[in-house]
Every structure is written in C-alpha cells, then in structure tokens.
C-alpha cells in the first residue's frame, strides 16, 4: 500500500471527526520549534484568468511555518477557493460515514478477519485505549482509515494545524467563496466501492505499518516544506503495490480535476486551489495531466 493512500486516508479520518473522542485520551506531544516551509506552487492562465495549484498536508505538526510570500499572496489575491470537498458540517459528515461505512446488519468486521489479523487489530485498538468492538459494525476500509489517524494524533499531528484549515479560515475571513471538486459523500463512497479482499488487505496492511507511520509522515512534510515535489512523488509511491487503489484514489481523480480546470479557465477571475500535496506530485499528477492536453503550468515557487 503506497503512502499516498495511507495520506488520503488519514484525510479521511479527520475529515469524519468519528475517532476525536478515542483521541482524546492519547497524550499529546510537545510542542514543536518553529520549521520555515517553502512548499511548491503552481500557476496556470490566460488572458482573463489566473489560477492558481496547490499541494497541501491536511495535518501538520505545530510549528511549520508556510503562510508567507508567493503562496501568501496568492490566497489573499483570490475570488475563490477550491478544495477538494467544501466547508461540511459535522452532521452532514458523520451522515455520510454511516450511508458508507457500516457493514449489513448482523455482520462483524472482526468476524470477518483472518485469525493473525484479527489478534492484531484487537492490540491496536487495545493500545490506543479502545474497546476491541469499537469498529464491530464498520466495514474493513473504515477500521483502517480510523487507525492511520491514532499515532499521529499521538505525535501531534492535527487538522488544526493543517494547510487546508489555515486557508479556508483565511479565505473565510476575507469573504472569498469556497467550493469543492467533490463532496464527503464521494470520498467515503470511493473507500466503501473496494471490493471486501482489497479493503481487508488494506486494513492488514495499516496493521502491520502502524508502527511506522509517524516516520513516515514526518518524511513526506520534510519533503513538502522543502518544496520537493519530485522527491515527495518518490516517496509516496516508493511501495505501490495495488493499481485497483491507486487507479479510485489517485489518477483518475487527477484526470477528472485536470478536465474542470480546463473547463474554468473559461471563465474570468482568479481561482486558488488547494487539494492534497500527491495529486500534485509525479507521474500522472495533475500537471502532467494538463500538459498532455497542451496546457502550460508554470511553478511560481
């Protein structure tokens, strides 16, 4: 499983708000010194529009420094934002993690795991203070994404700290419009589409990474601060190993989002996206999407 989908699905988890109180208990960590961060930007216009492309960390520890300069400017010179799903409630999210995560009645997620697995995810639930049926009524994929999000709150990762949040409560501040290139609803169904054998090998996999996913988090901001998109595309797809995932995730959502900004350069303003840092990073990212159809994205920073 690649660390682009570990990422998406640590969105994921905080996106749902469904694990905050299991969180609440996990100690947090000490407070980080300050980390200047010069992450990539992008820019793609014509003669009436501008827009702009940029790679965010949904949780990041506290410290990281990247609200300044070109990225600065270009949030607060925009008439709109566009994230990957817009401003949703958490009523509205929950709903939607229920339309999509829950098995059918009767059914048990640890009934459904193989022996070695199921002794596995009852000590990590165990560790991290819950009680082994916590995920009972809840399909594979959901356990697994719940799980991502457990030992980075615990090192002190947290969406309030994330680029997404900074941005939307700037653009909120200013008055700016935000809308998405999806919905919640959306995302959850892309999870709950896997096919049961992919999202119990995903759930294994978080299993048997669990130990090492605050590294590898901690390698992909290092990357992002630094402004390394080709180094950061590395290391996401270091360990690619399921096409079905990568395929639902990553590029064909890369394909649909590249067709919309062609579409909106039709249309006078100027428009600052902000969707996750491995859509923009690699082959088959956005960018490279959008130079196959002739169309110039020129790096600002």
Known sequence: MTRLIKLFALILALLAGWTVPALAEVPAAAPAATTPARPALWKIADADTT?????????????????????????????????????????????????????????????????????????ALTKYGLPVEAFDRFEPWYAAVALTALPLAQSGYSPDNGVDERIGAEMKRLGRARIGLETAQDQFRMFAGLPMAVQKRYLAEVLDGIGTMNEELAAIVREWTAGSPERLAALLNADEDDPHMVKALLTDRNKTWAAWLQKRLAQPGTVFVAVGAGHLAGKDSVQDVLARAGLAVTRVQ
Do not use: C, Y
């Not at 008439?79 to 939607?96: H, Y």
């Open 51 to 123: 827009i702009w492309l940029f790679g965010t960390i949904h949780a990041l520890p506290a410290g990281v420094e990247w609200f300044e300069g070109p990225v600065a400017a270009a949030i607060k010179g925009a008439d709109q934002l566009v994230t990957e799903i817009p401003e949703t409630p958490q009523d509205q999210m929950k709903a939607a993690v229920l339309q999509n995560a829950l098995l059918p009645e009767g059914k048990s997620l640890r009934a459904l795991l193989a022996p070695a697995t199921r002794a596995k995810f009852e000590r």
